[in-house]
């Protein structure tokens, strides 16, 4: 789910590295607060743990596929929201760095999209309140205790990870990079991640269940020493994920509906683009009625053009079109020769 | 130098790790502390580091180790840890040298002086620069005592320094160990390496001290070796 | 060789690209850096139809991995890593956007094919300007610059730490896997019934690496410094080659260089 460069304007890429860098700045200062120094040697193996451990393939039952970790959730689990966020933000950086997975400039974006969600939602939202409850039964009821663990592991991945997709797609959309629509490129995004995270919740629980028979004390909000609770209850908690939730669906239905441009239309609708001769289905077979696609086309005519782009057979057009084609050969030429004389230098010194 | 006087210690599970245990070495002797896995080798090291504390009294120099003079004493402790990777946690050799001098506020023109006499001495000139996750096994190994070395301790605490090294590895190790006039403390199963090293030997099993003496008459005390879960090092065996 | 090893070579690969000597790798890291990052925001700038605009930053990054000694071809086997989703995003362009742009004798182009081609383009040129980064600074010399930029000390340590400890940790995992496909040689990855354990293992035991490590660095005196090795201060030489690097950059966002060159010919 890495955000690349490519995809982002660089209005967008700032935006998210100031959302995220604010998210790092907070912790930092939080952590400050707390025994930062003593923290430090944890979070960095932890990181480097998750970053080892996202490399493991995991077979998923019954596929041939294979799912991988999901860091957000486990660091949050271990070490807490702050000095989980910094950790991941760390594992970011060095696949950013050294594998070039998302890249330098949508490193804010990804720190938001898998960190920020997975270790503050994940925490606040998720991990703590239903450690912090007595769904299954009582604190001291170790089964129970299991539970919560295998519960808030996968609601909290699945949850995490569609918000994180969510926001993938926002901020394509918003970059204004991709000609796919928003509600399409959502509709394709967001189902494929909830089964992603379903897997990653497993395995997420898996882990973590096994700390909490080896070594309870190495969870947060787990155990005797947690019995303070958290501030919120899981009432509270889950009126506020179905707020957001109802916010989020409702507003994708309402963008969905006002502006039907979705994945039906690209496949279906606009007959007379020969969109549907292009994907080779059928209009009637899969009964999609034509006054849907007609009321779509007036739309996608009226609003997705670049006006000053429109392409016209005059002249000048035509004239910096072969000026342009001419360049782009010498420019080709050009880098061609760079490495060339690369190469020459080179042997020049070896020898 | 260092010195423990009826020092017990246990965990709060009730376990005793460590019962009435005492012991002194002198200035520049180097002694071997041996016995059985699980006996209380890497305890006792832990007191006398201050990483644990137990009832009793540890003293380093004349310095008790107590939590209010932990600067003090780990000022004159140098501790050798088994797994370099652990105490090495800097990107390059250098980086790492440089930790301990500069916490302690010496200047860096001293850490400079310090850093290069301490390569010298070992023969790692080469490996000043070396990036830590990049060196071979036996370079790391010297390396972590080149790290401690410039720290200019006056004890130095030695656990397992030859695990896991070829011969050849192993004997630059002991030949280092040789050639230090500090006083040392080294925990090791490799016998044959204490009776290489060490003047005298102190045997422990579950957590009392069994035996006390000069190596050569302990190391090569069959019976009392094999009472306690040890074997002859091959050097007297006679094979 | 499992995706670990690989991923350990790859690092490895990378600690010695960056330990080589050439001018770019002298180049200060405290001017290199925002020079990248003006050079990918410029990149990223392109309208999505100024193919031919785009295309002249190319020269730029090839230039300078000539000038230090650096595979080209290294960098692009990492595209693997980058391009999925800008294909999978990428790819639906021309089906989308079928508006003719450019005609070349009988052949029409929409603008879907030029927006793609642009997009893939600003994917390739952005890892090679920061693979070029990376490649020439190492990690020390990109946190000293990072240091020097006001990034939080703890971000920057954490960083370093973590680097330190990402090839000791890889390489367990990796001994794992192996010790795990040695008694299943059928299996592709790890089974269900081992998901928790395998990874709790390794978690456990690095929480007991950590442990060692704090203790380490106690025992060394450590109260809340790190000393790094600083590189050497950036000169007005090099400062005053930033910015006529990034003039440049700026030069060719502004005017299409590539038909402007084009232009003289026809």
């Given at each position: 789910m890495h955000m690349a460069d490519a995809l982002l304007s660089p209005a967008v890429a700032a935006t998210m590295y100031v959302a995220s860098g604010s998210a790092a700045a907070y912790s930092i200062s939080k952590l400050k607060k707390d025994d930062e120094q003593s923290k430090l040697p944890v979070m960095a193996v932890s990181a480097a743990m998750v970053f080892a451990g996202q490399m493991i393939n995991y077979t998923i039952p019954g596929t041939g596929s294979s799912g991988h970790l999901c860091g957000g959730m486990l660091l949050s689990a271990l070490l807490g929201p702050y000095a989980g966020f910094l950790s991941m933000i760390t594992v970011l950086t060095i696949q950013c760095l050294f594998f070039a997975d998302g890249g330098l400039m949508a490193l804010g974006a990804n720190i938001w999209n898998m960190a920020f969600y997975g270790c503050f939602v994940g925490y606040f939202l998720i991990w703590k309140p239903i450690m912090g409850s007595s769904l299954f039964g009582a604190k001291d009821d170790h089964n129970a205790e299991r539970l919560r663990i295998i519960l808030a592991s996968i609601l909290g991945c699945v949850v995490t990870l569609q918000l994180g997709a969510f926001s993938v797609v926002l901020e394509t959309t918003l970059s204004g990079i991709a000609e796919l629509p928003f509600s399409a490129f959502a509709g394709l995004m967001l189902p494929i991640h909830l089964a992603i995270g379903l897997v990653e919740g497993l395995i997420t629980a898996a882990v973590l269940t096994f700390v909490y028979e080896a070594r309870p004390e190495l969870l947060q909000c787990v155990g005797a020493a947690a019995k303070t609770g958290s501030k919120m209850s899981l009432k509270q908690t889950i009126t506020v994920l179905a707020v957001i939730t109802c916010l989020v669906g409702g507003g994708l239905s309402l963008y969905a509906s006002s502006n039907p441009d979705g994945l039906e239309w690209a496949l279906f609708g606009n007959a007379d683009g020969g969109y549907a001769q292009n994907m080779g289905l059928n209009e009637e077979e899969f009964g999609i009625s034509s006054q849907a696609a007609e009321t779509a086309s007036a739309i996608q005519e009226t609003t997705s053009f670049l006006p000053d782009y429109a392409f016209k057979d005059n002249d000048s057009a035509a004239g910096t079109t072969v000026s342009g084609l001419l360049g782009s050969a010498i420019v080709a030429a050009a880098a061609v020769l760079i490495c060339m004389a690369g190469g020459f230098f080179r042997k020049k010194k070896t020898a | 130098m260092i010195e423990m006087k009826h020092v017990s210690f246990g965990y709060d599970t009730g376990k005793t790790v460590l019962d009435d245990v005492s012991f002194t070495i002198g200035e520049g002797e180097c002694v071997g502390l041996i016995g059985a896995n699980g006996a209380g080798k890497s305890t006792i090291m832990k007191l006398l580091a201050g990483i644990l504390f137990g009832e009793g009294e540890v003293l380093i120099g004349s310095t008790p180790v107590k939590k209010d003079t932990l600067y003090e004493v780990r000022r004159k402790l140098g501790y050798v840890l088994q797994n370099s990777d652990h105490q090495m946690f800097m990107p390059t050799v250098y980086e790492d040298m440089i930790f301990a001098p500069r916490n302690y506020g010496i200047s860096k023109e001293e850490t400079e002086k310090r850093i290069d006499a301490v390569l010298e001495k070992l023969d790692l000139t080469e490996l000043k620069h070396s990036r830590n996750h990049k060196i071979s096994g036996g370079e790391k190994r010297m390396a972590?005592?080149?790290?401690?070395?410039?720290?200019?301790?006056?004890?130095?605490?030695?656990?397992?320094?030859?695990?896991?090294?070829?011969?050849?590895?192993?004997?630059?190790?002991?030949?280092?160990?040789?050639?230090?006039?500090?006083?040392?403390?080294?925990?090791?199963?490799?016998?044959?390496?204490?009776?290489?090293?060490?003047?005298?030997?102190?045997?422990?099993?579950?957590?009392?001290?069994?035996?006390?003496?000069?190596?050569?008459?302990?190391?090569?005390?069959?019976?009392?070796?094999?009472?306690?879960?040890?074997?002859?090092?091959?050097?007297?065996?006679?094979? | 060789?499992?995706?670990?090893?690989?991923?350990?070579?790859?690092?490895?690969?990378?600690?010695?690209?960056?330990?080589?000597?050439?001018?770019?790798?002298?180049?200060?890291?405290?001017?290199?850096?925002?020079?990248?990052?003006?050079?990918?925001?410029?990149?990223?700038?392109?309208?999505?139809?100024?193919?031919?605009?785009?295309?002249?930053?190319?020269?730029?990054?090839?230039?300078?991995?000539?000038?230090?000694?650096?595979?080209?071809?290294?960098?692009?086997?990492?595209?693997?890593?980058?391009?999925?989703?800008?294909?999978?995003?990428?790819?639906?362009?021309?089906?989308?956007?079928?508006?003719?742009?450019?005609?070349?004798?009988?052949?029409?182009?929409?603008?879907?094919?030029?927006?793609?081609?642009?997009?893939m383009m600003k994917g390739v040129f952005s890892l090679m300007a920061s693979y070029l980064l990376v490649a020439s600074s190492g990690i020390g010399r990109i946190c000293a610059a990072l240091r020097r930029l006001h990034v939080p000390a703890v971000l920057v340590t954490l960083l370093l730490l973590t680097y330190r400890y990402v090839t000791v940790m890889s390489e367990e995992a990796a001994v794992m896997t192996d010790a795990y496909h040695l008694r299943a040689p059928k299996q592709k990855g790890i089974e269900y019934s081992a998901w928790g354990s395998f990874l709790g293992q390794l978690l456990l035991r690095s929480m007991d690496r950590a442990d060692e490590i704090w203790q380490a660095m106690q025992l060394r005196g450590y109260h809340g410094h790190f000393h790094y090795v600083g590189e050497t201060p950036a000169s007005l030489k090099d400062w005053l080659t930033g910015i006529l690097l990034a003039g440049l950059f700026v030069f060719c966002r502004c005017w299409n260089v590539t038909a402007l060159l084009g232009s003289l010919f026809v």
């Open positions: - | 972590a005592i080149a790290v401690i070395l410039a720290m200019e301790p006056e004890v130095i605490l030695m656990d397992e320094p030859t695990a896991s090294l070829d011969p050849y590895n192993r004997r630059i190790v002991i030949n280092a160990v040789n050639s230090l006039p500090q006083t040392r403390l080294i925990t090791s199963h490799d016998l044959d390496m204490i009776l290489d090293t060490c003047s005298r030997v102190i045997l422990l099993d579950k957590g009392k001290i069994i035996a006390e003496g000069r190596a050569e008459d302990i190391l090569s005390d069959r019976q009392l070796l094999e009472a306690h879960r040890m074997e002859l090092p091959l050097s007297y065996t006679g094979r | 060789m499992n995706k670990i090893d690989q991923a350990l070579t790859e690092f490895r690969e990378m600690d010695e690209l960056a330990d080589q000597d050439s001018p770019v790798h002298h180049f200060p890291a405290l001017v290199k850096l925002p020079l990248t990052v003006i050079y990918i925001l410029t990149v990223l700038s392109f309208h999505k139809y100024d193919l031919s605009g785009l295309f002249v930053m190319i020269l730029f990054p090839l230039f300078f991995f000539q000038l230090g000694g650096i595979s080209v071809r290294r960098c692009l086997y990492r595209l693997r890593y980058v391009l999925p989703l800008v294909m999978a995003v990428g790819i639906l362009n021309p089906l989308f956007d079928r508006s003719v742009l450019l005609r070349i004798g009988n052949v029409n182009i929409s603008g879907g094919w030029i927006s793609m081609l642009t997009l």
